[in-house]
């Protein structure tokens, strides 16, 4: 299988997947997107013997474009645009979520600081203001009294990105001083850990402790749900405990797993590969269906 790697920085979660890959004697092709030009009418010469791309791009832009030309290009990406495009957009992610049923915790979206309030007020004090494309935890804000969201507000009113001006507001979920992060390929789930911090936003990149867990039947199922709302692929669904049981509050598309690396037993690496080598095979064997 040759594989190629889509990247603008090699982090130890690439760097386990290259690993895999060499051992078992893939040939890699590692494609670093700053240095990279893609032609509208035909594929650069190096793409010529891909099997697959793995899409590992830190850059949401950078992610979103280079997957519609390998899909234009006739060679399977993972993940796929759609779901890229999915994902990597809050309002999209949890719009595909409702529409799939999937429990996920009240939204509303505006356009204005005037409409934003409004649905501030709609739901409450605390309630969350996130940024409508971002990863990590960054910008997100629990606004806790009518002073602190007009300050916010206001303050996101000025910044210059249109998607600053999109105010994406959600109800404040209660949840056990911990939320839950699931690595799964199509819907498979290969591995899960909480994430347990004293603080509101329980996110490994803020420093949230993380141990094993074992999904259960519930929890399989969302999981299942939630990759199929989005298009499937190697995904990272986050969810959270309640009173009526979990609610899904995100899907990732170029999921980080070097935490949950540290937190399982689980060879991620190798799962995944095993994945991505029946990922290829598919595709080959429906060009050559394709073209008989």
């Excluded at 719009?95 to 799939?100: G, I, K, S």
């Excluded at 049981?245 to 949950?260: C, D, I, M, P, S």
């Excluded at 037993?265 to 073209?291: M, P, R, Y």
Aim: hydrophobic content about 40%; proline content about 3%.
């Amino acid at each position: 299988m040759n594989v190629g790697i889509l990247y603008s920085r090699i982090r130890k979660d690439e760097k386990l997947l290259l690993n895999e890959l060499r051992e078992r004697d893939h040939e890699v092709e590692k494609i670093d997107v700053r240095k990279q030009t893609f032609d509208i009418s035909e594929a650069p010469e190096a793409f010529a013997d891909l099997d697959i791309v793995v899409d590992r791009c830190l850059a949401t832009s950078r992610s979103l474009y280079a997957t519609q030309f390998f899909e234009a290009y006739g060679i399977p990406v993972v993940n796929s645009h759609e779901t890229a495009d999915i994902c990597a957009d809050k309002v999209k992610n949890s719009l595909a979520l409702e529409q799939a049923g999937v429990p996920t915790p009240a939204t509303k979206v505006a356009f204005t600081k005037e409409t934003a309030m409004e649905a501030i007020e709609d739901f409450g004090y605390p309630c969350v203001l996130k940024p409508v494309v971002g990863s990590w935890g960054r910008l997100m804000a629990k606004i806790d009294s009518p002073d602190a969201a007009e300050a916010i507000l206001e303050h996101k009113a000025t910044l210059g990105h249109y998607e600053h001006k999109v105010f994406y507001v959600q109800e404040f979920v209660e949840k056990p001083g911990r939320d839950i992060r699931v690595l799964a390929t199509d819907g498979e789930p290969i591995a899960g850990m909480v994430r347990s911090s004293d603080h509101w936003i329980t996110n490994a990149a803020k420093g949230a402790e993380t141990d094993v867990f074992e999904p259960d039947e519930d929890a399989t199922e969302l999981v299942k749900q939630a990759s199929d709302a989005v298009g499937g692929g190697l995904l990272g669904i986050d969810l959270m405990e309640t009173e009526d049981g979990y609610t899904v509050h995100e899907v990732n598309h170029t999921v980080e797993f070097k935490a949950l690396d540290g937190a399982v037993d689980t060879d991620i690496a190798g799962t995944v590969v095993d994945w991505l080598e029946q990922k290829a095979a598919d595709a080959a064997e429906n060009e050559l269906e394709v073209s008989a």
